[in-house]
Nanobody, 122 residues
Framework: QVQLVESGGGLVQAGDSLRLSCTAS????????MGWFRQAPGKEREVVAG????????CYSDSVKGRFTISRDNARNTVYLQMSDLKPEDSAVYYC???????????????WGQGTQVTVSS
């Protein structure tokens, strides 16, 4: 069973930075694509970024492009989301997930972490 564990969330002020981490175990070589999603109260789950196992294919939501950077360290079985210039509208629970191909569709991701809360105050 694939397990994903996120960490790094917290309460920050607008303009601050955070780095989220997601550590995987249990066979993610089969589900080699990793994605970050977020969900705010009362809203649909939204794709943030995705990356294939080599790091050569990367996709971002337009709302975070230029501010967020996704990367991965396969030796540590870890995917990162570096977030800079955070805005109050970035506040959400952030989830990492695993899929077999790069896609923005949440339903294509078969394994999910428990989520980590990011709150940005103005």
């Amino acid at each position: 069973q694939v397990q994903l564990v996120e960490s790094g969330g917290g309460l920050v002020q607008a303009g601050d930075s955070l780095r989220l981490s997601c550590t995987a175990s249990g066979g993610t070589i089969t589900y080699s694509v990793m994605g970050w999603f977020r969900q705010a109260p009362g809203k649909e789950r939204e794709v943030v970024a995705g990356i294939d196992w080599s790091g050569n294919r990367i996709c971002y939501s337009d709302s975070v492009k230029g501010r967020f950077t996704i990367s991965r360290d396969n030796a540590r079985n870890t995917v990162y989301l570096q977030m800079s210039d955070l805005k109050p509208e970035d506040s959400a629970v952030y989830y990492c997930a695993a899929a077999s191909s790069l896609t923005r569709l949440a339903t294509s991701y078969l394994y999910w972490g428990q989520g980590t809360q990011v709150t940005v105050s103005s």
